[in-house]
C-alpha cells in the first residue's frame, strides 16, 4: 500500500514539475501578415496547433542562418507529432518579400506544409515582436532577439528559448511534445 502511495505521489510531482516548467507567459494577439506564398495569413489558421516562433531576416550575417538551421532541427524532429507548425516573422519586410522568403525556405529545407515565412507592414511585425511575443523592439538596426517562442494551442506562450544555448533546442522538442501530451 505504502509503494503505492508513494508511486502516487512520484507520479503527481512529475506532472506538476512538467507543467511548472511550461507555464504562461502571455497570450499573442490575432494578426495577418503575408506568408512566403504570397497568400494572407491569418493567425486563426494556428489556432488549435503547437507552434514555435522566431524573428528573423535572410540577408542577416549573424545568428538567423543558425536560427533557421535550428528551426529545421526542430521541424525535422517533430514532423511525426500532430498539429505542430513553426512561424519564422522578418524583421526586414522592406527586402524580405514573399518570393524572397519562398527561395531562402527552399534552400533551408522548410516544409510548406507545417513552417511560415511571414511578412507585413512594419507597425504589424513591430507590435507583435514587442508586445505580443515580448522579445523587445524591432526599431530598424536589425537587431533582435534570437530566442524561440514556444506558443499552445489556445494562443497562449508557454516557453522561451535562448537559442546560442547548447540545450535550447532539445528542450524546445521536448516542451512540444509535453504540450502534445497535454492535448490528447
Not at 103 to 110: E, N, P, R, V, W
Not at 172 to 184: G, M, P
Amino acid at each position: 500500500m505504502k509503494v503505492l502511495a508513494v508511486l502516487a505521489l512520484v507520479a503527481t510531482l512529475t506532472a506538476c514539475s512538467r507543467h511548472a516548467a511550461l507555464d504562461t507567459f502571455g497570450d499573442i494577439p490575432h494578426f495577418n501578415l503575408i506568408a512566403q506564398d504570397g497568400q494572407d495569413f491569418d493567425s486563426h489558421a494556428l489556432a488549435g496547433k503547437i507552434w514555435v516562433a522566431d524573428f528573423i531576416y535572410t540577408t542577416c550575417p549573424g545568428p538567423c542562418p543558425r536560427m533557421t538551421s535550428q528551426m529545421r532541427e526542430v521541424q525535422d524532429a517533430v514532423w511525426q507529432v500532430p498539429d505542430v507548425r513553426l512561424v519564422s516573422f522578418t524583421i526586414d519586410p522592406a527586402n524580405d518579400t514573399p518570393a524572397v522568403l519562398a527561395a531562402y525556405a527552399k534552400i533551408h529545407g522548410a516544409s510548406p506544409a507545417v513552417w511560415y515565412f511571414l511578412t507585413g507592414p512594419v507597425a504589424t511585425i513591430e507590435m507583435l515582436d514587442r508586445d505580443g511575443f515580448k522579445l523587445g523592439n524591432i526599431d530598424g538596426t536589425l537587431e533582435h532577439s534570437t530566442r524561440f517562442v514556444l506558443v499552445d494551442g489556445q494562443g497562449r506562450i508557454r516557453g522561451y528559448y535562448d537559442t546560442s544555448e547548447s540545450s535550447a533546442i532539445s528542450k524546445v522538442i521536448s516542451d512540444i511534445k509535453a504540450l502534445a501530451q497535454e492535448h490528447t
